[in-house]
């Protein structure tokens, strides 16, 4: 997959299948708009996800990284990041439709939701799209709503479901388990004194996290699950600076410092919490990883 950033110093070479919005987590509904472009491949179209982000600096479901390795997977060709910038943000819709889609990105294909909107001031809509396609030479499909029990899915909703901790709903409306992903860093092996040794890694200050607790997860590694618990918090037992993501993987001894994993959230467990002394602490630590054994049916 191809990554350029902007839209404005890029013209394409080829006939291309668009769609175009934030994509925050690439739920399912986004899923549904993603797999209409790419099957535009067999008539000789190229994949290509515009996404335009009002605030870089807001935290999101995915960090750029999460992202582009997802729509990698997903088989788009190229994703297109543009920074919402005055030559954006004051185009107005019909020569956005003009001068981005049709000149710069070569479309004949476009695939938007019916609350898909563009160009200043929010004007754009997919009517307007449809009211241009004939003089312009594109085709478009509006695709409806994804829905989970009755109601839409949107980034919202995934963003309301993280900050309750209801990590079973936050994979049913994404279509795939929550993750944190980053480098494994020293910490103060507090865990290998208590006979439980932990990976550390701290996640990207721009990628929203779900409540400080336990949770039962699952780390990939070098090809490999494994099955643990996983704290997310400041350990106020001894004390952190930083909000850390601390796992305990099951049946595991192995020098993991340096390397990059991803940690899937399967469930919420309990709060984080303080205790009074390194053995209560040790006590409880051994009472989430039965909990986690349990859940994940392990022996």
Not at 38 to 64: F, H, I, M, N, Y
Not at 178 to 192: A, D, K, M, N, S
Request: net charge neutral; charged share 30%; aromatic share 10%.
């Amino acid at each position: 997959m191809k990554y350029i950033e902007g839209l404005m110093d890029y013209t394409m070479d080829r006939d291309t299948a668009v769609t175009l919005g934030k994509f925050d987590g690439l739920h399912r509904g986004h899923q549904q708009l993603i797999k209409r472009i790419c099957a535009q491949k067999t008539r000789g179209l190229e994949s290509v996800v515009v996404t335009v982000w009002p605030d870089p600096s807001a935290k999101a479901l995915l960090t750029k990284g999460e992202k582009k390795e997802r729509l990698r997977k997903m088989g788009v060709q190229w994703w297109m990041d543009c920074p919402f910038l005055p030559q954006i943000s004051h185009m107005e819709p019909e020569e956005f439709i003009r001068e981005i889609l049709v000149k710069r990105l070569r479309t004949k294909y476009v695939a938007v939701g019916r609350d898909f909107r563009f160009g200043y001031q929010r004007k754009g809509s997919w009517e307007l799209l449809e009211a241009m396609k004939e003089e312009l030479g594109y085709e478009l499909e509006v695709v409806e709503k994804e829905k989970y029990e009755g109601r839409e899915i949107s980034s919202t909703y995934v963003k309301t479901a993280l900050s309750e901790g209801n990590m079973e709903l936050v994979r049913e409306l994404l279509g795939y388990p929550y993750t944190v992903q980053g480098e494994v860093l020293h910490g103060r092996h507090i865990g290998r004194t208590l006979g439980m040794p932990t990976t550390n890694l701290i996640p990207s200050v721009g990628k929203l996290l779900p409540p400080n607790g336990v949770y039962a997860t699952v780390t990939h590694l070098d090809g490999k699950e494994i099955y643990g618990i996983t704290n997310i918090g400041y350990k106020p037992t001894i004390g952190e600076y930083f909000r850390g993501v601390e796992t305990y993987l099951f049946d595991f001894d192995g020098d993991l410092y340096g390397k990059n994993i991803m940690v899937e959230l399967h469930t919420f467990e309990r709060p984080e919490q303080k205790f009074d002394g390194m053995e209560a602490l040790k006590n409880q630590m051994h009472r989430d990883i039965d909990f986690g054994k349990k859940y994940f049916g392990c022996k």
